[in-house]
Structures are given as structure tokens and as C-alpha cells.
Nanobody, 124 residues
Framework: QVQLVESGGGLVQAGGSLRLSCAVS????????MGWFRQAPGKDREFVAT????????NYADSVKGRFTISRDNVKNTVYLQMNNLEAKDTAVYYC?????????????????WGQGAQVTVSS
């Protein structure tokens, strides 16, 4: 089993920044890929970013390219999502996810473990 705990959410003004953290524990050696997804009220959960913890390769949703950065610290077993130039449309609950089967997937169905979510609210 793998456990994921997000932190770092909060309220920020448009144009501001936040950094989310995802602490990973358990069978970390079984993880192929890590991802961030988000779900706004009344909408489906959507892909934000993903990283291959082994080589650091990344992929982003078009809506966040150039503003968000996913990274990892393999010593601390933590994945980060740095969010800059935030917009009101970025308001959502952000979820960290881990896949034991796929690298760099943007499909939430290919992730096996999920955190509890962190609320990010951007005021305009």
C-alpha cells in the first residue's frame, strides 16, 4: 500500500503563488508515476501534471503549462506542485495520486492511490 498526504493549500489572490506538497509513504518502491489532479465544484476531476520520480520527466495539462511546476524530492519522498500566476479558474480541490503501473499518465483511471485533497481558492 501507498499513503499520500497533501498539504499547502489555501486562499490566495489572483496572480499569487502557492506550493502544494504530497508526502508519500508505504511501498514507495512500487510507484511508477506521480500526478496532480484537481476538481472544481460541479466539474469532473481533471489532470494537472505528472512526473516520473525515477528520471524527473514531466508532463502538464495545457491549461497550466508555463505557470505550474511539478517536482520531486526522492530523499524526502515528497512531490511538489509549485503554482504561480494563479487565476480564479484554478480554484479547486487538488489531489495527489500515485500509479503502480504507468509513467507520465494523464488518465486518472491509471492511478491507484489518492490523497485526501487540498483546497486551493483563488480570489479575483
Amino acid at each position: 500500500q501507498v499513503q499520500l498526504v497533501e498539504s499547502g493549500g489555501g486562499l490566495v489572490q489572483a496572480g499569487g503563488s502557492l506550493r502544494l506538497s504530497c508526502a508519500v509513504s508505504g511501498r514507495t518502491y512500487s510507484i511508477y508515476g506521480m500526478g496532480w489532479f484537481r476538481q472544481a465544484p460541479g466539474k469532473d476531476r481533471e489532470f494537472v501534471a505528472t512526473i516520473n520520480p525515477s528520471d524527473g520527466s514531466v508532463n502538464y495539462a495545457d491549461s497550466v503549462k508555463g505557470r505550474f511546476t511539478i517536482s520531486r524530492d526522492n530523499v524526502k519522498n515528497t512531490v511538489y506542485l509549485q503554482m504561480n500566476n494563479l487565476e480564479a479558474k484554478d480554484t479547486a480541490v487538488y489531489y495527489c495520486a500515485a500509479s503502480g503501473r504507468y509513467w507520465l499518465s494523464d488518465d486518472l483511471g491509471e492511478y491507484d492511490y489518492w490523497g485526501q485533497g487540498a483546497q486551493v481558492t483563488v480570489s479575483s
